[in-house]
């Protein structure tokens, strides 16, 4: 392990992080592999306590660290990538990359339309959506938790039963003939609350990722819109930028 450089001008927590990753990118460090204890790190590197758990606590936020009380703190496995680069859900993505990938429906409910629903939707007063609320796992680990909303008359006969354990997308294609053609999408840190966090087996007020989505069928046709939470511990996202 290197030591940290007492007469760089980049901060000593810092420097002790990029030393840890560093073990970990070189394989040194394995996932859930316990880091060396902190009493270690600090006669090994001549730093306070605070030093190094100004370094770890940095660690665990972005996600590169775990810790468990009593036992220490563990190197966290590494995160899948979800692409944003194409008109792929969940299941698409991650079956192109070998991953299992199970759901678990929530609900499924027919509801009136709220405003905004009616104006995302273009829907007139008195229609209907399909508000579904899956828990994705990927390898059987908890990953997404998802709500969608769906205009009843797209696909009427749809129910509960031909959801499970099914890629909502290709169902909606075969089954109903809808044809994704565009979607807009925004990623932003929220807070995971009690419910969220409790189904994503993660603690509660941790960091998690906000997706929203609007899809849209030929013809500028709105199909559906999807808010999502994703564990930021166990994520991480792949945008292609072409010119």
């Given at each position: 392990?290197?030591?940290?450089?007492?007469?760089?001008?980049?901060?000593?927590?810092?420097?002790?992080?990029?030393?840890?990753?560093?073990?970990?990118?070189?394989?040194?460090?394995?996932?859930?592999?316990?880091?060396?204890?902190?009493?270690?790190?600090?006669e090994?590197?001549?730093?306070?306590?605070?030093?190094?758990?100004?370094?770890?606590?940095?660690?665990?936020?972005?996600?590169?660290?775990?810790?468990?009380?009593?036992k220490?703190?563990?190197?966290?496995?590494?995160?899948?990538?979800?692409?944003?680069?194409?008109?792929?859900g969940?299941?698409?993505?991650?079956?192109?990359r070998?991953?299992?990938?199970?759901?678990?429906?929530?609900?499924?409910?027919?509801?009136?339309?709220?405003?905004?629903?009616?104006?995302?939707?273009?829907?007139?007063?008195?229609?209907?959506?399909?508000?579904?609320?899956?828990?994705?796992?990927?390898?059987?680990?908890?990953?997404?938790?998802?709500?969608?909303?769906?205009p009843?008359y797209?696909?009427?006969?749809?129910?509960?039963?031909?959801?499970?354990?099914?890629?909502l997308?290709?169902?909606?294609?075969?089954?109903?003939?809808?044809?994704?053609?565009?979607?807009?999408?925004?990623?932003?840190?929220?807070?995971?609350?009690?419910?969220?966090?409790?189904?994503?087996?993660?603690?509660?007020?941790?960091?998690?990722?906000?997706?929203?989505?609007?899809?849209?069928?030929?013809?500028?046709?709105?199909?559906?819109?999807?808010?999502?939470?994703?564990?930021?511990?166990?994520?991480?996202?792949?945008?292609?930028?072409?010119?």
């Amino acid at each position: 392990m290197k030591k940290v450089d007492k007469n760089s001008p980049i901060p000593l927590y810092y420097q002790l992080k990029d030393i840890i990753v560093e073990l970990i990118e070189n394989e040194e460090l394995q996932p859930n592999d316990p880091i060396p204890p902190e009493r270690e790190l600090c006669e090994y590197h001549a730093v306070s306590r605070m030093t190094v758990n100004k370094a770890i606590i940095s660690l665990v936020n972005q996600g590169v660290l775990y810790r468990e009380q009593g036992k220490g703190t563990f190197v966290a496995a590494h995160k899948e990538k979800y692409t944003l680069s194409g008109l792929f859900g969940l299941t698409e993505d991650m079956q192109r990359r070998g991953l299992t990938v199970r759901t678990k429906l929530i609900s499924f409910e027919k509801k009136d339309v709220t405003k905004k629903l009616q104006n995302n939707l273009k829907l007139t007063e008195g229609q209907s959506v399909f508000e579904i609320t899956r828990l994705r796992y990927v390898q059987e680990d908890p990953y997404a938790l998802e709500t969608a909303y769906i205009p009843v008359y797209l696909c009427e006969s749809l129910t509960a039963g031909m959801l499970e354990n099914h890629s909502l997308y290709d169902l909606l294609a075969g089954s109903y003939g809808l044809q994704i053609e565009h979607a807009y999408q925004t990623i932003e840190p929220v807070l995971a609350n009690e419910y969220e966090s409790n189904l994503l087996e993660m603690k509660k007020n941790k960091l998690a990722f906000l997706l929203s989505r609007r899809t849209y069928l030929k013809g500028n046709i709105p199909m559906e819109v999807t808010k999502a939470i994703y564990r930021s511990d166990r994520y991480k996202f792949e945008i292609t930028l072409n010119r």
